[in-house]
């Protein structure tokens, strides 16, 4: 069984900074890829940021691009997502996931096990 929980979201400006955190405990994630999720009113789930277990290859979706850096640090079983230039549109509850992934061919192709519950993020104009 693997617990993640995520913390660091918070209401910031617009133009703005945070970073989010996903802590794992009990089997760990070392050897997994992760992913980040946000899910904001009426809208689908979708992924934002993944990191491989290495840390080595990272994927970012068009709309975080050039904003948002995934990192982990495998000895404190922690993966991050630090957040810059916030828009209003990034508000959403953000969650991160252990992915399975095949490989990273794009588009990124995976199934998702174990889930934090979530941290909520928002971004006022």
């Known amino acids: 069984q693997v617990r993640l929980v995520e913390s660091g979201g918070g209401l910031v400006q617009a133009g703005g900074s945070l970073r989010l955190s996903c802590a794992a405990s009990?089997?760990?994630?070392?050897?997994?890829?992760v992913g980040w999720f946000r899910q904001a009113p009426e809208k689908e789930r979708e992924l934002v940021s993944a990191?491989?277990?290495?840390?080595?290859?990272?994927n970012y979706s068009d709309s975080v691009k050039g904003r948002f850096t995934i990192s982990r640090d495998n000895a404190r079983n922690t993966v991050y997502l630090q957040m810059d230039n916030l828009k209003p549109e990034d508000t959403a509850v953000y969650y991160c996931?252990?992915?399975?992934?095949?490989?990273?061919?794009?588009?990124?192709?995976?199934?998702?096990?174990?889930w934090g519950q979530g941290t909520q993020v928002t971004v006022s104009s």
């Open positions: 009990g089997r760990t994630f070392t050897y997994y890829a």
């Open positions: 990191i491989s277990w290495s840390g080595d290859i990272t």
């Open positions: 996931a252990r992915l399975q992934l095949h490989d990273w061919s794009l588009p990124l192709r995976y199934g998702t096990d174990y």
